[in-house]
């Protein structure tokens, strides 16, 4: 399983619209249920220091099984290790998204 079938947004062309939602996904009708436990719980694992509520991972375990919680967990975690890396050495975006 890809994290992307975990989501929910297999194979589905992201547009300019869905990613200026993300940063307002709670309110925002593109996103399912599903999706915007998903993004809060990103929200909350890539804060410092990370501190998921009791709360926010029963709402995520409503949605998603134990193994795809510890894909998505990683996945996150993966990105949030990427990027400061990619911070620390001033390694800039390629620009791949436009």
């Known amino acids: 399983m890809d994290i992307g079938s975990a989501v929910g947004r297999q194979k ?3 547009t300019a ?3 200026s939602a993300v ?3 709670d309110d925002s ?3 399912s ?5 998903a993004l809060a719980y990103a929200e909350e694992v890539s804060r410092t220091p990370v501190r998921v509520s ?3 991972f029963e709402r995520l375990k409503s949605h998603f099984n134990e193994e ?3 894909e998505l967990t990683a996945s996150i975690a993966y990105e949030n290790y990427r990027a400061r890396f990619n911070h620390a050495l001033d390694i800039k975006s390629e620009q791949f998204y436009e």
């Open 23 to 25: 940063s307002h996904f």
């Open 17 to 19: 619209e869905d990613l």
């Open 33 to 37: 249920e599903r999706e915007k436990a």
């Open 29 to 31: 009708p593109l996103f």
């Open 54 to 56: 009791a709360e926010l």
């Open 68 to 70: 795809q919680i510890v």
């Open 12 to 14: 589905r062309n992201v």
